[in-house]
């Protein structure tokens, strides 16, 4: 059997990449203000007078549709999974600002589509209906835009929380794919009827397709190229499974030199297991011990179908991976020495359990708290506590009561396991229910939010 | 894993985007008026010697010279996507009294029907314009592209 065993060598090769980065998040979200900016620029500057109230809502439509054209390239280039966003930013937080700005790239396009209709009819004096017909197929490349939106709104609807629930992972994401689709068909009238790119508009015309083709350059690059490069370079393959604890089950991954992955302790991958009932679904999973030259590790809770199934997977299966990505790393720390608390729920030790092993820290400044429902299922235990005995770090568990009661880890509980809690970076993952409450007795613990690093994933 | 709140930002992403909207459209002028006199009085020291189709027209006294001058210029002619376009303006004091397309994409039904529409439009644009500042007619952008140059052209013209 292969075992990851703690080591020196490989703590000495994941702490060296541990440069503290700061978050490009604002400097983003400024750019993406000021290319708003400029895009209303463009109506602005191509609109002498606005007369009349048709005339208002046709200008209200046009500067929506420009700014929706705008939002759906961001939209669009946030899922192109760039390395600088995926693990600076982290994968969670751009996830939940593409999720925000589809909901407002989407609304922006209804609002569009139902101003110029409207402001049509009111200058032609026909009933919306005859309007809408005649905007479709009055108009160059529009028949395409209305194929597109629709196209746009129903992957709209079916990611909207309640629909989402009800249907599979993997329907949903094939459904999501249509997106390229309904942005290449809405992309061709904005150019051919907008007034602000039809013929006068030389610059404005090339910087619109300047932008969807970079868009489309950096999509084909990060999802495609890059992954393809990656794969036929390390050559993933299952070694063997283990059984962690009951329904927890690690897969041990070979390939050639895997340390050029370029992987931290705490990062994920989108895994593909090229096994009958898993090639067509990838997912992310947390390695759960820092890479090794010859060997990966992931250990995963049976939550789903997916997980489930991967207890039976046969050594030599082929393995599709996509990453590294997530900002779960050393790297998030607010200074590069102090000391750290991490705080683990069920399936969330896996980075924890690669971090605990290589976060840069003196004797006596590392904590681990464990939650888990039982002691059995305490997966990876018996590794953390060596790596606790070697490091000189705290390693604590909570588990519920033989009457099933759950342990209390209060505000007050904490401090008196560290008095200087306040002082300390908190690594914080598990189930979205747990992540929350810890979230709230680490305020209350005097724990600074710019200390808690978390990432929740919520598929 | 700070407290989101949905609702809140729903709202108030709504409302910024719709008070941007507003306050937007609501700071444009009402009539193309800027330039407006420039052009015209280009127009008016120009006409009558440049054009050579000045006429001689009933005296009303608008004009310095006691006598009121029509002019007919007729811009250059600009192709489009769709068809080419041609303005013919008529001057009369300096002011353009008149602005009709000689040309405009014809030939199917979908340019048939946004011109019937757009033409007039931007002929009527031109006259309380008196200038080539005047909005495109949403819907023909091409039409009114073309339409902005050759009209350009024609002010140009007797300017020149």
């Not at chain 2, 006259?127 to 592209?145: F, H, K, N």
């Amino acid at each position: 059997m292969t075992t990851i065993q703690p080591s020196r060598a490989s703590r000495r090769l994941a702490t060296g990449r541990a440069r503290r980065r700061r978050s490009p998040a604002a400097l983003l979200l400024l750019l993406a203000a000021a290319g708003a900016a400029a895009v209303v620029g463009l109506w602005w500057r191509d609109t002498p007078a606005v007369t009349g109230n048709a005339d208002r809502l046709v200008n209200a439509g046009r500067i929506t549709g420009l700014l929706a054209g705008y939002a759906i390239a961001l939209v669009v280039v946030q899922m192109a999974r760039i390395p600088a966003l995926e693990r600076r930013v982290g994968s969670d937080r751009v996830a939940r600002w593409h999720a925000m700005s589809g909901r407002y790239a989407l609304s922006l396009t209804v609002a569009h589509v139902v101003l110029i209709v409207t402001g049509n009819a009111m200058q032609t004096h026909a009933s919306l209906t005859a309007e809408a017909v005649s905007v479709v197929t009055g108009y160059p490349d529009m028949e395409k835009a209305a194929i597109g939106t629709a196209l746009l709104v129903v992957v709209g609807l079916i990611s909207a929380a309640p629909v989402r629930r009800r249907i599979p992972y993997e329907l949903w994401y094939y459904l999501h794919l249509t997106t390229y689709a309904g942005v290449y068909l809405a992309f061709w009238h904005q150019l051919s009827t907008g007034n602000d790119f039809a013929a006068g508009g030389r610059i404005a015309r090339w910087a619109w397709y300047a932008m969807y083709g970079g868009v489309w350059l950096l999509l084909v690059w990060y999802r495609f190229v890059v992954p393809v490069r990656m794969n036929f370079r390390h050559r993933l393959r299952v070694l063997e499974t283990v059984e962690e604890a009951p329904g927890v089950v690690s897969v041990l991954i070979s390939g050639h030199r895997l340390h050029r992955l370029g992987a931290q302790a705490g990062q994920f991958f989108r895994w593909r297991f090229m096994s009958r009932g898993l090639w067509w679904s990838a997912n992310p999973y947390s390695i759960s011990a820092p890479p090794r030259p010859d060997l990966l590790r992931i250990t995963v809770k049976a939550s789903g179908g997916h997980s489930a199934a991967l207890a039976r997977l046969r050594p030599g299966t082929r393995v599709w991976a996509e990453g590294p990505y997530g900002a779960l790393t050393a790297a998030r720390r607010r200074r590069r020495s102090g000391k750290v608390l991490m705080i683990a729920g069920g399936a969330g030790i896996t980075p924890l359990r690669a971090l605990f092993e290589t976060l840069p820290a003196a004797s006596g400044d590392l904590t681990l708290i464990y939650r888990a429902r039982r002691t059995e299922d305490l997966a990876l235990w018996d590794e953390l506590q060596a790596i606790a005995e070697e490091r000189g770090a705290r390693l604590r568990y909570a588990v519920n009561g033989p009457d099933g009661a759950r342990p209390q880890i209060t505000a007050r509980g904490l401090r008196k396991l560290l008095p200087d809690i306040a002082r300390h970076d908190v690594f914080l993952c598990g189930p979205p229910g747990l992540a929350e409450e810890m979230y709230a007795v680490l305020r209350e613990a005097g724990v600074p939010d710019r200390r808690i690093h978390h990432e929740s994933f919520e598929f | 894993m700070k407290r989101r709140h949905p609702v809140r930002r729903v709202v108030l992403s709504t409302a910024a985007t719709v008070s941007g909207i507003v306050v937007l459209i609501g700071l444009k002028p009402t009539a193309s008026t800027g330039g407006g006199a420039q052009a015209g009085g280009a127009a008016a020291t120009g006409a009558g010697q440049r054009s050579g189709a000045a006429a001689p027209a009933s005296a009303s006294g608008a004009s310095p010279k006691g006598v009121t001058v029509t002019v007919t210029v007729t811009g250059k002619t600009v192709q489009t996507k769709y068809g080419p376009v041609q303005v013919r303006l008529t001057f009369t004091g300096g002011r353009i009294t008149a602005a009709t397309a000689l040309q405009h994409p014809t030939g199917n039904k979908i340019s048939d029907k946004i011109n019937a529409h757009a033409v007039p439009a931007l002929d009527q644009e031109t006259l309380t314009a008196q200038s080539a500042t005047i909005a495109a007619v949403s819907g023909a952008s091409y039409t009114s592209a073309g339409y902005k140059q050759s009209l350009q052209s024609a002010i140009d013209e007797t300017r020149a």
